[in-house]
Every structure is written in structure tokens, then in C-alpha cells.
Nanobody, 126 residues
Framework: HVHLVESGGGSVQPGDSLTLSCLAS????????MAWFRQAPGKDHEGVAA????????TYAKSVQGRFTISKDNARNTLYLQMNNLEPEDTAMYYC???????????????????WGKGTLVTVSS
């Protein structure tokens, strides 16, 4: 089992930046497809950013491309999401999720991932 714990969320104004962290523990030996999903109030989960199990291939939702950057620190077992120029539409609960192996495609369904964190809330408003 892999335990994932997100942190770094908060309430910010449009244009601000935040960095989310996802600390993994347990059976963390890879490879893993690592992704950030978000769920806006009343809506379903959507893929935001992902780093595939090859450690190289990234995927971003069009709505965040150029503003968000996904990265990882293997030594710290931590996945990051650097979010710049935040918009009100980015308001959501953000979840870190892992999938075993190399996925090799666009975002899988949130429910198709193997492990999930409990989320960290990001609120963007003026």
C-alpha cells in the first residue's frame, strides 16, 4: 500500500502562485504514473498534470498548460505541483494519485488510479 498526503493548499487571489506537495510513504518503489487531479465544487474529478512512470513524460490539462508544472523529488518521495497565475477556475480540491507502472496515455479516470490522497483545498478568489 502507498499512502499519499497532500499539502500546500490555501486561499489566494487571482494571479498568485502556490506549490502543492504530495508526500508518499509505504511501498513507494516504482515505477508509478503520478498525477494531480482536482474536483471543483459539484463537479467530477479531472486530470490536471501527470508525470509518467518513465520519469520524463508529462501531461497537462489545456486549462493549466503553461501555468502549472509537475515535478518530483525521489529522495524525498514527494510529488509537486507548481501553480502560477492562478485563476478562479482553478478553485478545487486537489488530489495526488498514483498508478502502478507506465501509463503511456492521456489522463486515466480518477477511479482507475491505484492510490489517492485525501486532498488539499485551493481557493482562488478576489
Amino acid at each position: 500500500h502507498v499512502h499519499l498526503v497532500e499539502s500546500g493548499g490555501g486561499s489566494v487571489q487571482p494571479g498568485d502562485s502556490l506549490t502543492l506537495s504530495c508526500l508518499a510513504s509505504g511501498a513507494t518503489d516504482g515505477p508509478f504514473y503520478m498525477a494531480w487531479f482536482r474536483q471543483a465544487p459539484g463537479k467530477d474529478h479531472e486530470g490536471v498534470a501527470a508525470l509518467d512512470g518513465d520519469g520524463i513524460t508529462t501531461t497537462y490539462a489545456k486549462s493549466v498548460q503553461g501555468r502549472f508544472t509537475i515535478s518530483k523529488d525521489n529522495a524525498r518521495n514527494t510529488l509537486y505541483l507548481q501553480m502560477n497565475n492562478l485563476e478562479p477556475e482553478d478553485t478545487a480540491m486537489y488530489y495526488c494519485a498514483y498508478l502502478r507502472g507506465i501509463y503511456g496515455g492521456d489522463f486515466p479516470n480518477y477511479g482507475g488510479m491505484d492510490y489517492w490522497g485525501k486532498g488539499t483545498l485551493v481557493t482562488v478568489s478576489s
